[in-house]
Structures are given as structure tokens and as C-alpha cells.
């Protein structure tokens, strides 16, 4: 089967840093995926590694350690609107290329 | 991104009744949908996985008669949960498969919320 570790909530300030990890098991491991939440709506991709490394989209990166099942979100520049879920996801190819998801992390971001 | 639109967005029924729930790959064609249900403050829990053309694949613990998964068509997939009963409330979502440089990525339908009375 697979699992994924994540924190449940995290509260930071605007204009603040914040890093959200995941720690993953799965046996067909095919790459990690970000999402974020709003309440009552949609997850919505950030984004996705499949290699070691760091990945950048503007205010937001990813990073993967496929050899530790690691990986984190960073926040940067954090805005009011940045209060969401962050769901960190594990594409497996077992049973067809599903990805399954974490319990999500709650972001409460303060004035 | 890709765009996956989901009908009804919110659903009131009494316990009983069977409820349809409509997914659709507006501008690509989705060989691969997936259904998730997720309750309030908690994860999305993968249901099953609806393949066009062939039967759906349903995760364990899912009952596959409770829950109908039919994918006729590249761009329509449909849940149907059938004699629905209170513990059935819950935010149904679909999402489609990525295609080409995107296949990573998954893009979701706006959610159905259901509630069984």
C-alpha cells in the first residue's frame, strides 16, 4: 500500500517562509505532487518532481528526495490568500498511474 | 491547464434515491478519470479509477455496486451512487489524467457536495 506523513497545521505570518514536509511509502513510486485547497473548493496543482531536486514556480517550490521518500513545499512571500490545505500526493504506477493523497496540511497565515 | 467540469455541484436527496454525478474533459480527451470523496477537514480518498471503454477499478472497501462508475466516452465519466443513505454525504470530485508535456499533472472537477436526508 502506500502512506504519506505530512503536518496537520502550520500558522505563519504574512510575508513569512514556511516549509510543509512529506514523507512518503510507496513500492511504485513515480513522483510527488503539490496541491493546495481552498475551503468548498477544488484542489488546484502547484506542483509536481520527479527527480531529486529543486523545483521553482514563482513564490512556491518543490522539493524531492527520492532516496529519503522526502519531500517539502516552501511558501514564500506569504499572502492572506495563501491560507488553504496543501496536500502533498504520490503518483504510483502500481494499479495504473493513481496518485493518492496525504491528509493535508492546514496553512493559517496571519497578518 | 486543462479544463474539467463536474455536475451538479450540490445535491440534496432523500435516503433512498440514486444520485448521478457528471464528469467531463472539456478540452482534452480523458482515457483515465479518477473519483475521490473526501468529508469535512480530511483528505480526498480515492474511490475507484474509470477507464474508458472498459470496467473501473475500485480501491478497497469501495463497493463497486453501492458506487456505479460508467466512462462511455473520451470525455464523460459518471458516478452514480445508488440507494444513497446519510453516511453517502460527503464532496464527491473527479479528476482527469494529464496528456502530453502535463501527464503529471491532475486536474480536478469543482466538486459535487452531496447530502443524503
Known amino acids: 500500500g502506500q502512506s504519506l506523513e505530512q503536518p496537520s497545521e502550520v500558522t505563519a505570518v504574512e510575508g513569512a517562509i514556511v516549509q510543509i514536509n512529506c514523507t512518503y511509502q510507496t513500492s511504485g513510486f513515480y513522483g510527488l505532487s503539490w496541491y493546495q485547497q481552498h475551503d468548498g473548493g477544488a484542489p488546484t496543482f502547484l506542483s509536481y518532481n520527479a527527480l531529486d531536486g529543486l523545483e521553482e514556480t514563482g513564490r512556491f517550490s518543490s522539493f524531492l528526495s527520492r532516496s529519503d521518500s522526502y519531500g517539502y513545499l516552501l511558501l514564500q512571500e506569504l499572502q492572506m490568500k495563501d491560507s488553504a490545505s496543501y496536500f502533498c500526493?504520490?503518483?504510483?504506477?502500481?494499479?495504473?498511474?493513481?496518485?493518492?493523497f496525504g491528509a493535508g496540511t492546514r496553512l493559517f497565515v496571519k497578518a | 491547464g486543462a479544463v474539467v467540469s463536474q455536475h451538479p455541484s450540490w445535491v440534496i436527496c432523500k435516503s433512498g434515491t440514486s444520485v448521478k454525478i457528471e464528469c467531463r474533459s472539456l478540452d482534452f480527451q480523458a482515457t483515465t478519470m479518477f473519483w475521490y470523496r473526501q468529508f469535512p477537514k480530511q483528505s480526498l480518498m480515492l474511490m475507484a479509477t474509470s477507464n474508458e471503454g472498459s470496467k473501473a477499478t475500485y480501491e478497497q472497501g469501495v463497493e463497486k455496486d453501492k458506487f456505479l462508475i460508467n466512462h462511455a466516452s473520451l470525455t464523460l465519466s459518471t458516478l452514480t451512487v445508488t440507494s444513497a443513505h446519510p453516511e453517502d454525504s460527503s464532496f464527491y470530485i473527479c479528476?482527469?489524467?494529464?496528456?502530453?508535456?502535463?501527464?503529471?499533472?491532475?486536474?480536478f472537477g469543482a466538486g459535487t457536495r452531496l447530502s443524503v436526508l
Open positions: 479528476s482527469g489524467g494529464g496528456v502530453g508535456l502535463a501527464k503529471n499533472i491532475q486536474y
Open positions: 500526493a504520490v503518483r504510483d504506477r502500481t494499479g495504473g498511474f493513481k496518485t493518492i
